[in-house]
């Protein structure tokens, strides 16, 4: 079982839907939880983070932690074309020294 | 404005070199990582290091060696570079913090071994 499970997709939304981004975790002791935005050819770059159950709203993007069922969610409202891209999930694996491990990532395409 | 600078964008080497790859970030941030990625594989995590001469293999160390011998440098090394080490590397670095230890990524390395 892989540390950090995303669904590769791609997933593909019409401009001004909701996409939803899923990402499932094993390590229970896992504390923080990031998502990255990554679009094709550059650097990954952070969205938010969180570590406390519950939603953490900025702007247009919602994460979701349940840390009984290990799932973090992203939510993306109003979806653009420029949202296009591969959206990583990372876990703050707190096992000594903050080690950072990221999932496969998800690919998001948002049509006009 | 933060900075992680990788020392080559593009690399191409023989097989059996031994290639070096170095980073550098000016943020006086205590933790530096080195990733591969690859299509489908996501990032995976290499070696990481807390402090200075201090390092702790990822989930990928075998091949790779890595030395940090000032804070702001972290140096990846293949003892001798193979076909399948072809791929995009990225390093990141972060502070030591309790919780939001973001990671800021330099804009990668792609190496490919002929």
């Known amino acids: 079982q892989k540390e950090v499970e995303q669904n590769s997709g791609p997933l593909s939304v019409p401009e001004g839907a909701i996409a939803s981004l899923n990402c499932t975790y094993s390590?229970?002791?896992?504390?923080?939880f990031f998502w990255y935005r990554q679009y094709s050819g550059k650097s990954p770059e952070l969205i938010m983070f969180?570590?406390?159950?519950g939603d953490k709203e900025d702007g247009r993007f919602t994460a979701q932690l349940n840390k009984a069922s290990q799932y973090v969610s992203l939510l993306i409202r109003d979806s653009q074309p420029s949202d296009s891209a591969t959206y990583l999930c990372?876990?703050?694996?707190?096992?000594?020294?903050?080690?950072?491990?990221f999932g496969a990532g998800t690919r998001l395409a948002v049509h006009p | 404005d933060v900075k992680v600078t990788q020392s080559s964008r593009y690399l191409v080497k023989r097989t059996g070199e031994k290639v070096f790859l170095e980073c550098v970030q000016d943020m006086d941030h205590e933790n530096m990582f080195w990733y591969r990625q690859d299509p489908g594989l996501g990032l995976r995590l290499i070696y990481f290091?807390?402090?200075?001469?201090?390092?702790e293999k990822g989930d990928i160390p075998e091949g790779y060696s890595v030395s940090r011998e000032k804070k702001e440098r972290f140096s990846l090394i293949l003892e001798s570079a193979s076909t399948n080490q072809t791929s995009m590397y990225l390093c990141?670095?972060?502070?030591?913090?309790?919780?939001?230890?973001?990671?800021?990524f330099g804009q990668g390395t792609r190496l490919t071994v002929v």
């Open positions: 990141a670095s972060s502070a030591f913090t309790a919780r939001d230890t973001e990671a800021f």
């Open positions: 290091s807390y402090d200075v001469k201090m390092k």
């Open positions: 390590d229970r002791g896992s504390q923080s």
């Open positions: 990372a876990v703050n694996r707190r096992s000594g020294y903050n080690k950072l491990i």
């Open positions: 969180i570590y406390s159950n």
